[in-house]
């Protein structure tokens, strides 16, 4: 078979033959990648840069997909650690990391979407109280995990969703995505009220915002749940010891280890329903998996989905 192989942390991927998988426990099972997104984690997790990788080579990429198993059946897989990922044209699967995905399924926008949909679709599910009402602010809304948090957090009945970038161009188009608000960086202290925080950027920003939100709220003893998921402009934030004391505030992270595998895959079919009616807007770009080395470092809005 072929496959996408990466032989060091600093090196692309290459297109070249591979041996076929075999299994190596009894609950495994050889399946056929249909597509697999290239996701932020699926690159953090290759170059070993990623907290849950192992950083051993050579390695095939590639964290999760829509597969076809032996009986015909569609699946999307989420896959553990492993050296053996989806960016090739078959791999090992956990058939209990898996769900079985109706027929007629578009497998390109499945995987398109699964993965950054995931992040906060679990946090607002399993990371913090979060009931149809409160108002959502989505730090980082412009990228694509952001725009999936704004819809997600609507489609869970959030009474306002406050959508904040950098990008005002890509931050109106979020407006008809269900941002009742759209804000810059700097305007963030009018959008101090609101209940839970969804923070894509993390670093200076984020703690820069942090501080003029809790200085403004109206009602500092009002729980303000922060929840931590990606870190765009900095690994660490310089958050002072006041804004612990001062206020109601609650900082929670959401990701591989702090929500366990099997709420990640409790959630799962009812995400993949979501995506398959439409709830939840895809942007989508194909690339052949001969073709994943120039796709690896492609800068698009669009999320590329690797088919082999």
Not at 36 to 45: E, I, N, V
Request: proline share 6%.
């Amino acid at each position: 078979m072929h496959a996408a192989v990466i032989s060091a942390a600093d090196a692309p991927p290459v297109y070249r033959d591979h041996p076929d998988p075999a299994p190596r426990r009894g609950d495994e099972m050889v399946v056929e990648v249909l597509a697999a997104g290239l996701h932020h984690l699926t690159r953090a997790k290759a170059n070993g840069s990623h907290y849950s990788s192992s950083g051993g080579y050579p390695l095939v990429p590639g964290v999760d997909g829509v597969v076809r198993d032996q009986e015909g059946n569609l699946r999307y897989v989420a896959l553990d650690d492993t050296p053996l990922g989806t960016f090739a044209d078959r791999t090992l699967i956990d058939p209990h990391r898996s769900v079985i995905l109706p027929d007629g399924i578009d497998p390109v926008k499945i995987a398109a979407a699964m993965n950054p949909a995931m992040s906060s679709w679990v946090a607002l599910r399993r990371r913090v109280d979060f009931h149809a009402g409160q108002r959502v602010l989505v730090l980082g809304a412009t990228g694509n995990a952001g725009r999936m948090a704004v819809q997600i957090a609507k489609l869970f009945g959030a009474g306002q969703v406050i959508a904040v970038g950098r990008d005002t161009a890509r931050l109106k188009a979020l407006t008809a995505l269900g941002a009742d608000e759209t804000i810059t960086f700097d305007q963030i202290g009018h959008a101090a009220d609101v209940d839970v925080v969804i923070d894509y950027v993390w670093g200076e920003p984020a703690a820069g915002a942090m501080m003029a939100m809790l200085t403004a709220r109206s009602d500092r003893t009002a729980p303000l749940a922060w929840i931590q998921i990606g870190s765009l402009t900095g690994q660490t934030a310089p958050v002072p010891s006041v804004a612990l004391r001062s206020a109601r505030l609650q900082i929670v992270g959401s990701g591989i280890g702090s929500v366990p595998a099997r709420d990640f895959l409790a959630e799962l079919p009812e995400l993949a329903s979501a995506v398959a009616a439409g709830a939840i807007d895809v942007r989508a770009r194909t690339v052949p998996l001969a073709q994943v080395a120039q796709a690896w470092t492609a800068e698009t809005d669009d999320r590329i989905v690797v088919v082999p």
